[in-house]
């Protein structure tokens, strides 16, 4: 019986971009990620690019993802999708990507500090506030 082939054995000379992220586990499907191309959220190079585009060893792709903008370099090809310690070996995420990543996740997380929880009714207190508003304006509007 022979022994499972490694990775480095496996890996292509060029990989197709759409099998390339599902490899790397950006998205769960390949459909997926051919729809995520389609859209404009993966750029390879500075470019838009199709799925069929055959990637190579230090291309770099930027991809969107939510409110999420990831810069990644290609290190590795393979098209096998494996567990996630072997797919993040696929690429090396660009240390101004981590840093804007990390900004804009502070940024958000601040922002919703300040939203309160409005869910559920209203209490009691509230209520009364609502009622009041609502004579004092349609109390002006005769």
């Known amino acids: 019986m022979n022994p499972p082939p490694s990775p480095a054995a496996t890996s292509a000379a060029r990989v197709r971009v759409d099998k390339w992220l599902w490899a790397a586990r950006f ?3 390949r459909s997926l990620a051919k729809a995520a191309i389609e859209g404009g959220k993966i750029h390879c190079n500075g470019e838009r690019c199709k799925a069929s585009r055959e990637l190579e060893v230090g291309y770099e792709l930027r991809i969107r ?5 990831k810069t990644v370099i290609v290190t590795t090809l393979d098209e096998h999708r494996r567990g ?3 797919a993040a070996r696929l690429y090396a995420e660009t240390p101004a990507s981590i840093a804007s ?10 922002q919703n500090a300040m939203m309160t929880d409005h869910s559920g009714r209203p209490s009691k207190q509230d209520r009364r506030r609502i009622h009041r508003f609502k004579e004092e304006f349609f109390r002006d509007e005769e």
Do not use: C, M, N
């Open 27 to 29: 998205f769960k499907t």
């Open 101 to 110: 990543r990390e900004a804009a996740s502070a940024l958000r997380k601040a």
């Open 84 to 86: 996630a310690p072997e």
């Open 65 to 69: 993802q939510g409110f999420d903008e």
